[in-house]
T-cell receptor
């Protein structure tokens, strides 16, 4: 069964450093998403991406964050200058095109645990 | 501000019990409501609901949506210890880019 993969599974970084989290969505999917889940808190939407551009972003997704689809298969989330409060599990997800309706299921990757020290 | 509220926050039941998990929402431009099960890391998809009154069923799990009263329930019958997880409700809106709003989840513990 196709699956979304994410690397690395864990990353520890110093405050102020840049990190890049990588995701490989399911190959025929067209919509991509990043979410985060701070330990013990709810899953929060960060950004959605379609047709090589951001479709929607939340208030959390400020100028420190950026996303990119550099090579047609990977989907990356970059945090330019990490803060302590960026420590969280980051989930990538992907879904098929919106049409036809009824096939739209969102598949989550296993997540990257980011720890900022 | 859009929001999704789940109740109860946590639940402990015995194997064989039936549980009902609740999700109410208050969003603009509702599109669909999704249920996920989160055991350790990533949520796994259970159901997507778009129409009122149509029950979706998968084994011992079933779910239904009420778009008039703005809520959904997830039922689990004959619970097993493997059902222990956090159950997440998420609502998708028609805003460009399909933004999803998650509830805080219901933590279900099934004891033998």
């Amino acid at each position: 069964e196709p699956e979304v993969t994410q690397t690395p599974s864990h990353q520890v970084t110093q405050m102020g450093q840049e990190v890049i989290l990588r995701c490989v969505p399911i190959s025929n999917h067209l919509y991509f998403y990043w979410y985060r889940q701070i330990l013990g808190q709810k899953v929060e939407f960060l950004v959605s991406f379609y047709n090589n551009e951001i479709s929607e972003k939340s208030e959390i997704f400020d100028d420190q964050f950026s996303v990119e689809r550099p090579d047609g298969s990977n989907f990356t989330l970059k945090i330019r200058s990490t803060k302590l409060e960026d420590s969280a599990m980051y989930f990538c997800a992907s879904s098929e095109a919106l049409l036809p309706r009824g096939k739209e299921t969102q598949y989550f990757g296993p997540g990257t645990r980011l720890l900022v020290l | 501000e859009d929001k999704v509220v789940q109740s109860p926050l946590s639940l402990v039941v015995h194997e064989g019990d039936t549980v009902t998990l609740n999700c109410s929402y208050e969003v603009t431009n509702f599109r669909s409501l999704l249920w996920y099960k989160q055991e350790k890391k990533a949520p796994t998809f259970l159901f997507m609901l778009t129409s009122s009154g149509i029950e979706k069923k998968s084994g011992r799990l079933s779910s239904i949506l009420d778009k008039k009263e703005l809520f959904s329930i997830l039922n689990i019958t004959a619970t097993q210890t493997g059902d222990s997880a956090i159950y997440l409700c998420a609502v998708e809106t028609l805003n460009t880019g399909n933004q999803f709003y998650f509830g805080t989840g219901t933590s279900l513990t099934v004891i033998p």
